[in-house]
């Protein structure tokens, strides 16, 4: 009688038809199967209730190391850095409260979400990259410009908790206590500022749709976003203690703030120097009604207490920013040359030649690597794979190399 040949004990298959057969005490599986059971016990484990231990443990930070930590990555807007840190420190404590604490009768902490007003490249989402590097919750950077109204082409507002939960590796008890930052909230501004009788898919519909999740509800999210799994199984979250951050630039704003504050009042005993200070940072007196005006809808504004703003960058800061945070432009451009075995050196006399060309253009510190990359361009394409030890970045190879790239050819408006 013929011994039987070594098989699968699960599907059957024979020795040959597998490329790998494990041996048990009274069996065999194939890697086939073994695949198949990995994905049967990770669908299971994200639909029990009962979680394995979270990864994010919370450790208590007060509000003033937050704000040194902040200071390490991002130059000035002390103001913002307050208020975010304020934010973050009394989530924290909102966590730890206990809900039989609340039940009982005791005060109840209600969330503050933040709207942070700021030009482009001030530092809106590098605060939210430096606050989510030090957080031991869960922290997801979403853009508010990829969502329409439910219905139509594009991802529905549910798929910002679906960031967290990917955050979280699908621990729903651990996306429920995270922060949420929704980068270029302006961009769903509704397109008039009284309602319109037509659908506004990309602006006030989607302003409408996130209400509830900045609230606190229980949410049905799609575990992988989108509409593009309709046989998924939803998730349930509740956003009653998920923070939610917002930042914008809201280009044009300052010309709502400036009627309202009337920096062209004319007259004997008008302050010149007080006006012209006022209209060098208007978003400083930025409220609530000017965001109405902009184009965000009341009941979002009711759910976004706290208004705070980020100033626009003057040529002493954009001078910090290129050498003294941990991750300055100077300090990367010289990894890079080191990388390659020679070493950068750059005269002081050309870090302000930088920093006179981004003020001229108007562009923020995203405008300071702009030129950075038209000045050393050249350099980092020619020097490796030389002999050439050091480099010496001077005025003169400056001022050439920007006046032939195609940056020094933008008009400033």
């Known amino acids: 009688m013929a011994k039987n040949p070594l098989h699968c004990s699960f599907c059957g298959r024979n020795r040959e038809e597998v490329k790998i057969l494990i041996a048990g005490q009274e069996g065999h599986i194939c890697e086939n199967c073994v695949e198949h059971a990995r994905e049967i016990i990770e669908q299971e484990l994200l639909t029990k209730d009962d979680k394995t231990p979270s990864s994010f443990k919370l450790t208590i930070k007060k509000p003033v190391e937050i704000k040194k930590f902040l200071d390490e990555y991002v130059i000035g807007q002390d103001e913002a850095k307050k208020v975010l840190a304020v934010a973050v420190y009394n989530h924290y404590k909102r966590l730890q409260q206990k809900p039989s604490e609340s039940a009982s009768g005791d005060i109840e902490i209600e969330k503050s979400n933040i709207i942070m007003v700021g030009e482009t490249g001030t530092g809106k989402t590098l605060l939210a990259k430096s606050i989510a590097r030090m957080l031991n919750v869960p922290f997801a950077i979403v853009d508010a410009t990829v969502f329409t109204e439910a219905g139509y082409v594009g991802e529905d507002v549910e798929s910002i908790l679906t960031r967290l939960l990917q955050v979280c590796n699908y621990d729903v008890p651990t996306a429920e206590r995270g922060i949420v930052y929704i980068d270029e909230i302006d961009k769903i501004a509704r397109k008039g500022d009284n309602p319109s009788i037509t659908r506004d898919v990309s602006g006030e519909g989607v302003q409408q749709g996130m209400l509830k999740l900045l609230e606190g509800t229980d949410v049905l999210v799609p575990p992988q976003g989108g509409r593009k799994h309709p046989e998924q199984k939803l998730i349930k979250i509740n956003t009653q203690n998920i923070l939610f951050i917002c930042g914008g630039a809201f280009d044009g704003i300052d010309k709502i703030i400036a009627r309202r504050v009337q920096t062209n009042t004319i007259g004997f005993n008008v302050d010149k120097e007080l006006q012209e200070t006022m209209k060098k940072n208007l978003l400083c007196y930025v409220n609530a009604p000017d ?23 003057d040529a002493v800061a954009l001078r910090a920013i290129l050498t003294e945070p941990k991750n300055a432009l100077v300090k990367q451009y010289k990894k890079l040359f080191e990388l390659e075995g020679i070493k950068l050196t750059i005269e002081p006399n050309v870090l302000n030649f930088m920093v006179d060309k981004a003020m001229e253009y108007k562009l923020g510190a995203r405008g300071l690597r702009s030129i950075c990359e038209s000045i050393l361009t050249d350099a980092m394409f020619e020097l490796p794979g030389t002999i050439q030890k050091d480099f010496l970045l001077d005025i003169e190879y400056a001022r050439r190399k920007f006046e032939t790239s195609k940056i020094s050819l933008l008009k400033v408006a």
């Open 291 to 313: 965001l109405k005006s902009f184009g965000l809808i009341p009941e979002l504004l009711g759910r976004l207490p706290v208004v705070t703003h980020l100033d626009p960058l």
